[in-house]
């Protein structure tokens, strides 16, 4: 069967660069190889909260009573095995019986993990918590609060991930010790990793795109029966056979029949269409709000990934500032981007340079809004111009309804991110590829950064 879009021997490095992921910071240094993720039981995802309050796993203190006239949400820790946020949510709305808009988290834990983040329910809910049982979901430390956690509340995440399978070679120990410290002390690409677009489908930017530019039918195509080599084949068929029947409402509602229950945004926009025949743009408002808004800012992740990527290739360094760079200050607490900024290239570039040796100030890049103005980012204008040539993009998609919608304005964000607290914690034979070794290294990651975007400097497939 002929594919859409096909990917040499499907490699990660041929997808990322599809994304707009296509260089490393620490391309001086071989790579150690390797795979992550071999079970989910390998990558453990803990969130840090607003006070720097890393949480644990198996942490669960008692519950303190519910006050009505003091209290209006009951927070928990989720931990969750080996499924998604959306996913985790939706079975406990439904074994509550709660509207998915009563319940609120800070952010997006990958699936193939073991994680734990806070979560908060409008209401009262410490007793039911406490008898809810769903495989693979765990509740824990319920506490009545006042206020919900709320999207990006969180600090950031800590991640205690092993690499496994590396093959042994002269000086590997010596040459993973080097790497960790090249990335302690200058960072890597802050780029948005696969998970922003889908790594089986990593098409959520051109569905984004699609929606901004008006084109429903096209963002429908691209959602359900665009083919990818790096998805089954199985679901690559079904697939190609419902955008084959798009045209014969009775032909699409046979194949329909066929298609996989489990895919329930894909099977929304379907059904509609079969009852709504061509009326693509009513199909996008049955899916919800989070998931759309996540589809939007995906297409803009991808210019920011293709940004960063096009200023290596220039020749431009990441770590040192040139004229026309923006220079972000970051807070004293968190080290995250504050709105402070200032353009790089005049009187003020000796103390800019002293505040990015002490981790004070950082380059920042756009992140392009409906309100973003790319006169003050000169250096980035100048870049963003030649993607937007090479997209064959009409500056006219901001002005969407889309971004109004869903308060896609625009922000900054640090074109390198340094991890805290990089550890290496085991390097050790591996007990599941013999004759091979493992690596486990623990750090944290301010919010919205990307610990795979830090495995990928180790492991490096197919060097750019």
Known sequence: MELDVEFENNRESEIEKFVGIERYSTSEYDAI???????????IVKEVTENGKILEIKEDHETPPYLPDRDNFTTFNLVKIN??????????????????????????????SISVQKVSIKGNYTQKLKNLNIRDIFIRSITPTQKPVNLGSNRGNNFTIIIRNIQKSKDL???????????RKDGFPNYFGLQRFGKYRPNSHLIGRALLEGDYEKAFREFVSRTYSSESSNLSRIRKKIGDALGNINKLR??????PRGLNYECKLIAHVIQHPGDYKGAFEKINKDLLN????AFQSYLFNKMIS?????????????????????????GIVTDVRYIYGNTYDKYLDQAIDLNRATIVAPIIGFDTNLNEF??????????KEEENLNEEIFDSHFLNRYDLKGSIRAQTIKPIGLDLIEFSDDESYKGKKKLKIEFSLNKGCYATMLLRELIKRNNT
């Open 33 to 43: 190889g390797g795979i992550y993720k071999d079970t989910h039981k390998d990558f």
């Open 83 to 112: 499924i998604d946020t959306f996913e985790a949510i939706k079975k406990i709305c439904k074994e509550l019986g709660i509207s998915r808009y009563d319940i609120f988290y800070s952010g997006l834990k990958d699936k193939r």
């Open 173 to 183: 120990e010596n040459r993973i010790e080097i790497i960790l410290e090249k990335l």
């Open 254 to 259: 046979k194949v329909f029949r066929k298609f």
């Open 294 to 297: 996540l589809i939007i800012n």
């Open 310 to 334: 096009l200023r290596v290739k220039k020749g431009y360094s990441l770590f040192e500032p040139v004229e026309g760079d923006v220079i972000g200050i970051l807070d004293d607490i968190n």
């Open 378 to 387: 000169p250096l980035m204008k100048s870049i963003f111009k030649e993607i």
